[in-house]
């Protein structure tokens, strides 16, 4: 079964740059979540789409943004890099209820 | 949820025996919860879920309880394995939206 695709897995970033982590959802899920996740840390709740709609917002920095395109694919982007912005982000996508997480992207700012 | 830094509280459980995961939710009116495994590394893998007008639901070798009285969820793996050592988490969906709320999650550790 088709999973919930991340990219890129990886990524490293100076602070004060900008770095953009893309989210293709399982096919025909109408809802799009991200996640921050810091060591040992459970996931924090950044933001969602529903329909390409923004619907939530949790603890989401201005720094931040977010959209979701025509194809459903989503884009956290995120300028001003500092060095706690060192996670694991998490991408999920549903249909009605049942959440599934992608791979995740481990962004390291330096 | 709440930060615990890197000091997750610890289930230490011999292979073959049940395990039995608990976590607290914030909401009473919360009316869907997902448990989640997360191995290192990697993203938080679906378990199972339960509504909230069940008591219990079960899937293959794992068992969800969930009590509103006390806002208390519990997962129960059977003859636990080895495979079964990651962190569980339980994520409650904030009701009206589009937002789960991630518990705690419990470190499960099988020893051999």
């Known amino acids: 079964a088709a999973g919930v695709i991340q990219s890129p897995r990886h990524l490293i970033k100076e602070k004060r740059e900008t770095a953009t982590l893309k989210c293709y959802p399982i096919p025909r899920h109408d809802t799009v979540y991200w996640y921050q996740q810091g060591p040992g840390q459970d996931p924090q709740f950044l933001i969602s789409f529903y329909e390409k709609m923004q619907s939530d917002k949790g603890s989401i920095p201005d720094r931040f943004s977010a959209q979701q395109f025509s194809d459903y694919h989503s884009e956290l982007n995120m300028s001003s890099l500092e060095l706690g912005d060192s996670a694991l982000y998490f991408c999920?996508?549903?249909?009605?209820?049942?959440?599934?997480f992608g791979p995740g992207t481990r962004l390291t700012v330096t | 949820g709440e930060s615990v830094g890197l000091h997750l509280p610890t289930l230490s459980v011999q292979e073959g025996d049940n395990s039995i995961i608990n976590c607290a939710y914030s909401n009473s009116a919360s009316d869907y919860f997902i448990w989640y495994k997360q191995e290192s590394g990697k993203g938080p893998q679906f378990i199972i879920d339960i509504r909230s007008n069940m008591d219990k639901r079960q899937g293959q070798r794992v068992t969800v309880l969930l009590n509103k009285t006390v806002k208390h969820l519990s997962l129960q793996i059977a003859a636990t394995q080895p495979g079964d050592s990651a962190v569980y988490f339980c994520a409650e969906k904030d009701p009206g939206t589009y937002k789960y709320i991630f518990g705690t999650g419990t470190r499960l550790k099988v020893l051999a």
């Open positions: 999920a996508s549903s249909l009605r209820s049942e959440q599934y």
